[in-house]
């Protein structure tokens, strides 16, 4: 089977809602919006089917999907998505972070699936078709944002498996505030030594639901144990860290060096976590991606060479880890203090985001104007 990938740029029709949130209750929301609990007005939707393409994108009111009760979605989960936010400046422009790199990651996502591409300008004309639809519903509080969730599904009503040759695109939009109700303190994290997350060859470089669903079971168990977060280890050996349930983790050691666990094929390739590479080298860091094992992490905050561990991804940014627990053994304190540089390249990839400091990399996009 061939997937169609579109040469030319879809054009969206416009379907206007008829019932869009009153204005007073959008300010309600828009002053305390949690994170993905509320919508906005509208949403994109583009049909693609392995005869025609993609067609017929539009921007129609936001509401439930039909699905027939066979659509493979339901029952093999044949899905992707992208997160990434849409922030308002002073001057209330709105603009998004490294699209392009989501757009990329989106179509990775789409091939290890056997979904069909989207080209990365209709990704991003679809980014900026809904913020277009809904540009009141950018917040303009602090750390506030518009959180965009872009979305395909096999939408084929058919049992047998393969590959759906009938697909769906959306993108929702929900405006956010921090992720982790605590705000920005340091978390503690769960250790599953007992569930992984994705296995060599498998789909845990690809951003799909049921790379997610895998992880709530182990995610329940760190919150029965008092912890924000799991990390999962890889399958093969159980001895290397990969990832939170849904975050990339840094350590920051003495003498400007920081590691990172390399990507293997089985880590999500984070767009924070490419950013946060950038700018602690900027700072004159080296920045290490190799494997790192939870006894490394033990002896250096033993002997002092780790000096900070943090945790990072679009919804949450960058998150201080204080603690690591596992049913054995504990390693740093749930009390400890955020690092230093934790918090210092938290406030500068803010700042960047918001555009309160010169976007020294050309990482913005503008998406209303
Ligand atoms: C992110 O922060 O990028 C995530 O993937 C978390 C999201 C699934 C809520």
């Known amino acids: 089977m061939t997937l169609a990938t579109e040469s030319f740029p879809l054009a969206f029709e416009q379907r206007p809602t008829a019932s869009a949130v009153e204005e007073a209750k959008r300010e309600e929301i828009l002053a305390n919006p949690g994170f993905g609990k509320h919508f906005t007005d509208h949403m994109v939707a583009i049909d693609w089917t392995i005869?025609?393409?993609?067609?017929?994108?539009?921007?129609?009111?936001?509401g439930p999907l039909q699905l027939d009760p066979a659509s493979s979605v339901l029952h093999y989960g044949q899905e992707i998505f992208e997160g990434l936010k849409a922030y308002r400046h002073a001057d209330g422009s709105v603009w998004t972070f490294r699209p392009d790199k989501n757009a990329e990651r989106f179509q990775r996502s789409a091939r290890r699936l056997a979904l069909p591409e989207l080209s990365v300008e209709d990704f991003l004309e679809s980014l900026r078709q809904i913020t277009a639809a809904d540009i009141d519903w950018v917040p303009s509080g602090d750390d506030t944002s518009l959180y965009l969730r872009p979305f395909m599904i096999a939408n084929e009503s058919f049992l047998g498996v393969r590959?759906?040759?009938?697909?769906?695109?959306?993108?929702?939009?929900s405006p956010a505030g921090a992720y982790f109700s605590g705000g920005v303190k340091p978390v503690s994290i769960w250790l599953s030594t007992q569930y992984t997350r994705a296995g060599r060859g498998g789909t845990g470089a690809a951003k799909c639901g049921g790379n997610y669903a895998a992880s709530l079971l182990p995610q329940q168990e760190a919150a029965e144990n008092g912890c924000a977060q799991v990390l999962f280890l890889d399958a093969e050996t159980g001895a290397h860290i990969e990832e939170l349930g849904g975050m990339n983790i840094f350590f920051v050691h003495k003498d400007k060096r920081i590691v990172t666990p390399e990507l293997t094929g089985s880590i999500l390739e984070g767009v924070t976590r490419d950013s946060i590479i950038q700018l602690a080298e900027d700072r004159g860091y080296t920045v290490d991606q190799r494997p790192v094992t939870v006894e490394d992490w033990r002896r250096g905050m033993e002997s002092g060479e780790i000096t900070e561990v943090f945790a990072c991804g679009t919804a949450a940014v960058i998150t201080p880890i204080g603690e690591l627990k596992t049913s054995e053994f504990s390693i740093g304190s749930a009390d400890a203090e955020p690092g230093a540089l934790t918090m210092s390249l938290r406030r500068e990839l803010t700042d960047i985001q918001y555009g309160r400091v010169d976007d020294r990399h050309g990482w913005l996009v503008r998406l209303d104007g």
Do not use: F
Not at 51 to 62: E, I, K, S
Not at 163 to 173: D, L, M, N, S
């Open 51 to 62: 005869d025609d393409g993609w067609h017929d994108a539009r921007v129609q009111p936001y």
């Open 163 to 173: 590959a759906a040759q009938k697909v769906g695109y959306y993108v929702i939009a």
